[in-house]
């Protein structure tokens, strides 16, 4: 059965059992999703201290950040490493779960990037892995960039990675991977198509352990926002920001600060 995620307007559409109104990242798949991305080659504590170093870069003293769309937590669990007072929110319960377990020197709240209000500012504000793609229009990803401008504290810096510009998408892309251990087997493959200004990844997993086999599907859209979209919305939220390509998807990454 398809059916839309109750309360969610990102525009992401799943056949597995919702588990509550709040998220599309079902607990199942947050269970999953460290093992079988690290197999596909993420490397979160590495990504992590180049975050590290290019907060610092702009702002030597940085001691706080906040990780928006933080997932399964496991940047902040090596960001911790690097600043003092580490925080994150997602939209997905069970995201956030897998967060508290995974980074417990950091506050983890759930929350929505379009509307989320902190409750102090951070020296650096971080949205990794094409979160911002989820957001469906111009006026979503405005939301979510004054948010994090809004979390900023005086001299901070914002890093965020995009979804694909629409000149760089490659249509019908398809990718797999499995991960291993003793008792634990996880396949994932994906197709991607383009759907207009946006993109529908269909993704199927398959989990083989002692107690048998399941598999479930998701489907996500992300929004192939150009690069002068992204750029708009930084200086709406009064940020001036740069795109680097590369980055470590490939995808590039933008660094903002106060213009
Ligand atoms: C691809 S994962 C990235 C997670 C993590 N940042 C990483 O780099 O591994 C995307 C995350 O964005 C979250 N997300 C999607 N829409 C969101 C929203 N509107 N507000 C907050 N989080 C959202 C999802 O729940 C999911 O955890």
């Known amino acids: 059965m398809t059916e839309t995620v109750p309360g969610s307007t990102v525009g992401l559409v799943s056949d597995v059992e919702i588990e509550d109104d709040a998220t599309y990242y079902s607990r199942r798949h947050a269970e999953i999703y460290d093992f079988i991305h690290a197999a596909r080659g993420r490397d979160w504590a590495g990504e992590s201290d180049e975050l590290a170093e290019r907060v610092r870069a702009v702002k030597p003293d940085a001691d706080s950040l906040l990780d928006v769309a933080c997932g399964t937590g496991a940047h902040l669990a090596r960001l911790a490493d690097h600043f003092s007072v580490t ?31 902190a409750e102090r500012t951070y020296d650096a504000v971080v949205c990794m892995c094409f979160s911002l793609g989820y957001m ?63 993109t529908r990844m269909s993704v199927n997993y398959t989990v083989a ?51």
Not at 159 to 185: H, R, T, Y
């Open 136 to 198: 469906k229009d111009r006026e979503e990803l405005e939301a979510a960039v004054a948010v994090m401008a809004d979390c900023l504290a005086p001299g901070g810096v914002v890093i965020a990675e995009p979804w694909w510009f629409p000149e760089n998408f490659l249509d019908g892309f398809v990718s797999g991977g499995i991960a291993e251990k003793p008792g634990l087997v996880v396949s994932r493959v994906s197709h991607t198509v383009r759907e207009g200004n946006a």
């Open 209 to 259: 352990e002692s107690r048998g086999i399941r598999s479930f599907a998701e489907q996500e859209l992300y929004t192939l926002f150009e690069l002068d979209e992204y750029l708009a919305a930084f200086a709406a939220a009064g940020l001036r920001a740069e795109y680097e390509p590369g980055g470590p998807s490939g995808r590039g990454l933008f660094t903002a600060v106060r213009a």
């Open 87 to 117: 925080a994150g929110f997602d939209l997905s319960e069970g995201m956030c779960d897998m967060a508290r377990r995974n980074a417990p020197r950091a506050t983890i709240t759930s929350g929505d990037m379009r509307t989320f209000r």
